[in-house]
């Protein structure tokens, strides 16, 4: 493989930005732009109603509510390094793309607010990363605000996640106390000024060695003292940086800092950089496929439908597992056996999308899709028949009946719900005893209620009433020939099948699913559908 392709790849950085919303998560991402130049104003990266810019715009139910519906990637450039930041929606908007974006991602930062600790939607997307055994940096923010007590934030990633922790850096003080942090590894302290620019580098970052004079002026007394204790602490108690354990998401590098002060962002950037890799190979049918040497493939994790109202078309994103996208190549869609161009491929670059020409491992590009593609398919060059690891179905947490109102209009219903689902923004499932006529759906964030309702009046001219059901949580019976009227203790549990026939229970609590495990002996329940 040519050398600029091999270098091409070994710059490429991908990860994406995990957390419970208003952690910070916006915040973080804009200065990361701003650090690589992708961007020049603190506020661009919103999506919020008014806001000067909004990366995606593209449904009329995205403008009413002000807020993105699909998630979105972001490169840019920083020290030698080219890199993609997935964008994890998170608010109202989060939706199994979420979880599915993660599936392309090489490693996960997870940002969590300083005051609060390991939050619930945090814990959710840190599950699938776990799969992934993708490597994991936590970036504890907001240390400008009071916080927890350091310890006790370790202790909460480590208990509640089940993750061990390695501090890169070590705060001193928060809230208004809050002077700095202390780099493990140069052995300096990086003191801290509040600053309330939007601007990137105007942070006040000075560098002092531990035993600095200066640092003392800065740096109150009991303070000062209460760092060397917990260095010592540090030092001889928590785990040692093990990149191996770090690759595999058993050890996560920790850092602290405050995103809106711009503080910590440059270190964290640095150690990030040097600790994590350029893509690694990815399993397929047929082995490992080397993103170097061998030539372009990518798969498909998410469709994004009718961006464009006029057109009702759908853009395909993809992740690039190897070689080098070149747009007037043909490529070969595995699933359908067809050789075809990829048309209109786009980036999105900080702010715009581009069309573009050239892509390479590492990157994800969006392209026009003319209904071929599902979530999971693989594109190689012609001649290359492998197909990647399919993306997992993840368990929906709200249900509703669907109810049809107008029954003339059985036709298009089925057809639109049923594509809906194929695009996999919502799941369908339907009652053992039921046929078409009761349809249960199933969703990881209530936004896609909306957006089914939306797309069913819209494209097939369909008027569907939804009515909420109590249930919350989900499981694939993991041996689908097991006869589910036979369970015990099954009161208050329902039993449904997915469109291929799977046997699922839905559960009100967590506490029912342990108890139909406790009564039924070798029942295995689980979370993801591996596809
Ligand atoms: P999210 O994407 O994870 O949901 O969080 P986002 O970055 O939007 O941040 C949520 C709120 O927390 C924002 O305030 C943001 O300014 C604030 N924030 C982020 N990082 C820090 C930090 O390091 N220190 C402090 N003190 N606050 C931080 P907001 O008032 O909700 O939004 P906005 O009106 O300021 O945009």
Same mark, same amino acid.
């Given at each position: 493989?040519?050398?600029?392709?091999?270098?091409?790849?070994?710059?490429?950085?991908?990860?994406?930005?995990?957390?419970?919303?208003?952690?910070?998560?916006?915040?973080?991402?804009?200065?990361?732009?701003?650090?690589?130049?992708?961007?020049?104003?603190?506020?661009?990266?919103?999506?919020?109603?008014?806001?000067?810019?909004?990366?995606?715009?593209?449904?009329?139910?995205?403008?009413?509510?002000?807020?993105?519906?699909?998630?979105?990637?972001?490169?840019?450039?920083?020290?030698?390094?080219?890199?993609?930041?997935?964008?994890?929606?998170?608010?109202?908007?989060?939706?199994?793309?979420?979880?599915?974006?993660?599936?392309?991602?090489?490693?996960?930062?997870?940002?969590?607010?300083?005051?609060?600790?390991?939050?619930?939607?945090?814990?959710?997307?840190?599950?699938?990363?776990?799969?992934?055994?993708?490597?994991?940096?936590?970036?504890?923010?907001?240390?400008?605000?009071?916080?927890?007590?350091?310890?006790?934030?370790?202790?909460?990633?480590?208990?509640?996640?089940?993750?061990?922790?390695?501090?890169?850096?070590?705060?001193?003080?928060?809230?208004?106390?809050?002077?700095?942090?202390?780099?493990?590894?140069?052995?300096?302290?990086?003191?801290?000024?509040?600053?309330?620019?939007?601007?990137?580098?105007?942070?006040?970052?000075?560098?002092?060695?531990?035993?600095?004079?200066?640092?003392?002026?800065?740096?109150?007394?009991?303070?000062?003292?209460?760092?060397?204790?917990?260095?010592?602490?540090?030092?001889?108690?928590?785990?040692?940086?093990?990149?191996?354990?770090?690759?595999?998401?058993?050890?996560?590098?920790?850092?602290?800092?405050?995103?809106?002060?711009?503080?910590?962002?440059?270190?964290?950037?640095?150690?990030?950089?040097?600790?994590?890799?350029?893509?690694?190979?990815?399993?397929?049918?047929?082995?490992?496929?080397?993103?170097?040497?061998?030539?372009?493939?990518?798969?498909?994790?998410?469709?994004?439908?009718?961006?464009?109202?006029?057109?009702?078309?759908?853009?395909?994103?993809?992740?690039?597992?190897?070689?080098?996208?070149?747009?007037?190549?043909?490529?070969?869609?595995?699933?359908?056996?067809?050789?075809?161009?990829?048309?209109?491929?786009?980036?999105?670059?900080?702010?715009?999308?581009?069309?573009?020409?050239?892509?390479?491992?590492?990157?994800?590009?969006?392209?026009?899709?003319?209904?071929?593609?599902?979530?999971?398919?693989?594109?190689?060059?012609?001649?290359? $028949?492998?197909?990647?690891? #399919? =993306?997992?179905?993840? !368990?929906? &947490?709200?249900?509703?009946?669907?109810? %049809?109102?107008? @029954?003339?209009?059985? $036709?298009?219903?089925?057809? #639109? =719900?049923?594509?809906? !689902?194929? &695009?996999?923004?919502?799941?369908?499932? %339907?009652?053992? @005893?039921?046929?078409?006529?009761?349809?249960?759906? #199933?969703?990881?964030?209530?936004?896609?209620?909306?957006?089914?309702?939306?797309?069913?009046?819209?494209?097939?001219?369909?008027?569907?009433?939804?009515?909420?059901?109590?249930?919350?949580?989900?499981?694939?019976?993991?041996?689908?020939?097991?006869?589910?009227?036979?369970?015990?203790?099954?009161?208050?549990?329902?039993?449904?099948?997915?469109?291929?026939?799977?046997?699922?229970?839905?559960?009100?609590?967590?506490?029912?699913?342990?108890?139909?495990?406790?009564?039924?002996?070798?029942?295995?329940?689980?979370?993801?559908?591996?596809?």
């Amino acid at each position: 493989m040519a050398d600029n392709i091999k270098s091409e790849i070994e710059k490429r950085r991908t990860f994406a930005i995990i957390s419970h919303p208003d952690a910070g998560k916006t915040t973080l991402t804009e200065k990361f732009l701003l650090y690589g130049g992708a961007i020049n104003t603190a506020g661009s990266v919103k999506g919020k109603a008014n806001s000067k810019y909004a990366v995606s715009d593209w449904m009329e139910i995205e403008k009413e509510r002000g807020i993105s519906v699909t998630s979105s990637v972001m490169q840019f450039n920083y020290d030698g390094f080219c890199i993609n930041i997935l964008d994890t929606p998170g608010h109202q908007d989060f939706s199994e793309d979420t979880y599915r974006t993660l599936m392309a991602a090489d490693s996960a930062v997870m940002v969590i607010d300083a005051s609060k600790g390991v939050e619930a939607q945090t814990i959710k997307l840190f599950k699938v990363c776990v799969m992934r055994h993708i490597p994991i940096f936590t970036f504890i923010n907001k240390m400008d605000r009071d916080a927890k007590d350091s310890f006790e934030l370790l202790d909460d990633i480590e208990t509640v996640l089940g993750i061990r922790t390695c501090p890169i850096n070590w705060p001193i003080g928060s809230g208004k106390e809050f002077k700095g942090i202390f780099d493990r590894k140069a052995k300096t302290v990086r003191t801290f000024e509040a600053v309330s620019t939007g601007g990137a580098k105007s942070a006040a970052e000075t560098d002092y060695a531990i035993d600095d004079p200066e640092l003392r002026k800065i740096v109150p007394d009991n303070l000062y003292d209460q760092l060397v204790d917990e260095i010592e602490l540090l030092d001889g108690a928590s785990d040692e940086l093990d990149m191996e354990k770090v690759s595999k998401g058993e050890l996560s590098p920790v850092f602290f800092g405050s995103a809106l002060n711009t503080f910590g962002i440059e270190i964290f950037l640095k150690y990030f950089l040097e600790m994590t890799s350029s893509p690694l190979p990815r399993m397929s049918d047929e082995g490992l496929i080397d993103p170097v040497s061998e030539p372009f493939s990518a798969f498909v994790f998410k469709i994004q439908a009718n961006m464009n109202k006029a057109h009702r078309d759908r853009i395909a994103f993809m992740r690039i597992c190897s070689g080098k996208f070149n747009a007037d190549k043909d490529v070969y869609h595995v699933q359908s056996g067809r050789k075809l161009k990829l048309s209109q491929p786009q980036q999105i670059m900080a702010q715009d999308r581009q069309v573009i020409q050239e892509a390479y491992a590492g990157d994800v590009i969006g392209v026009f899709d003319p209904g071929i593609f599902s979530i999971g398919d693989t594109i190689t060059m012609p001649g290359h $028949k492998y197909e990647y690891e #399919g =993306i997992p179905t993840f !368990a929906p &947490e709200h249900f509703c009946r669907v109810i %049809q109102l107008n @029954s003339m209009k059985r $036709k298009q219903f089925v057809k #639109g =719900i049923t594509q809906i !689902a194929q &695009e996999g923004a919502i799941q369908i499932f %339907q009652e053992f @005893s039921a046929g078409m006529s009761e349809i249960i759906v #199933g969703v990881v964030g209530v936004l896609q209620f909306d957006v089914l309702k939306y797309r069913l009046e819209n494209e097939y001219g369909c008027e569907i009433r939804l009515e909420a059901l109590p249930y919350e949580y989900i499981r694939w019976v993991g041996d689908p020939s097991t006869d589910v009227t036979k369970l015990k203790r099954m009161n208050n549990v329902k039993a449904v099948k997915d469109m291929k026939g799977n046997p699922l229970l839905l559960f009100v609590n967590e506490w029912m699913i342990r108890m139909v495990l406790e009564d039924n002996e070798g029942l295995e329940l689980l979370e993801f559908k591996k596809n």
